[in-house]
């Protein structure tokens, strides 16, 4: 038995990062474009290390620093509605939709935890057909910027709520700090690594696993020998 499968067999609950192993949410150009939106939106030019990346969740941890709630609200409402219309144009990860109906079919709690907005996972979810298979949303809120991963608040918030135990949970997650977040809250963690270079990179974060495609999970959800559709 492959690591990836009995992972995955040993535990009632997946978990999935959104943008990566569900959909391809944003690209680097839209995430630059998505720092240079936010960073316009506040009352201060950004410091010159943030204007120059190509994350916008640093963004709203430095603006959740600096200002208070009414810049936050907006700022927050503004970023949904960003992600709401670049969720219209994702592109499904291959096999991802698959993953979620089997692991369901199969007795799975399914959940999603990102950073971004459970109102943008949920917009998703529901144009795609698969909001039925999944339990539950964990996301960003105006509340939550500052427990945003790799702290383990999501993980921790999916694994109370859906399986009591984080061991009783598998993550599957695509970047640094989605292992960071994984380990932290004590939650098996398998790297999705669907780029050149990724795997060697992701393998040296000490993953429980490696995959390459998302349907390497679909064997683990195999009841009695029998893989249900």
Do not use: W
């Not at 474009?33 to 430095?62: I, K, S």
């Not at 600096?66 to 609200?73: C, F, K, Q």
């Not at 997650?173 to 270079?197: C, M, Q, W, Y």
């Amino acid at each position: 038995m492959t690591a990836v499968r009995a992972i995955v067999q040993a535990s009632t609950c997946l978990l999935l990062d959104f943008d990566g192993p569900v959909c391809s949410l944003f690209s680097d150009p839209t995430d630059r474009a998505a720092v240079a939106e936010r960073g316009a939106e506040l009352p201060e030019p950004l410091p010159g290390e943030l204007r120059d990346a190509n994350d916008p969740f640093a963004v709203l941890r430095y603006a959740a620093t600096v200002y208070g709630d009414s810049v936050m609200a907006g700022l927050e409402r503004r970023f949904t509605e960003f992600e709401l219309a670049a969720v219209r144009g994702a592109e499904p990860t291959p096999s991802a939709d698959e993953v979620i109906r089997s692991a369901a079919t199969n007795s799975r709690m399914v959940a999603v935890v990102g950073n971004n907005s459970p109102a943008a996972i949920d917009a998703y979810l529901t144009q795609h057909g698969l909001r039925p298979f999944v339990s539950g949303i964990f996301g960003r809120t105006a509340v939550n910027l500052m427990k945003l991963k790799p702290a383990p608040f999501l993980l921790e918030e999916a694994a109370g709520r859906l399986a009591g135990h984080p061991g009783d949970c598998v993550f599957v997650g695509d970047s640094i700090t989605d292992l960071e977040a994984a380990h932290a809250s004590r939650v098996p963690v398998v790297a999705f690594a669907n780029k050149p270079g990724e795997a060697d990179h992701l393998a040296r974060h000490r993953p429980a696993a490696v995959i390459h495609d998302m349907a390497e999970l679909l064997p683990a959800h195999r009841r009695s020998g029998i893989l249900l559709e």
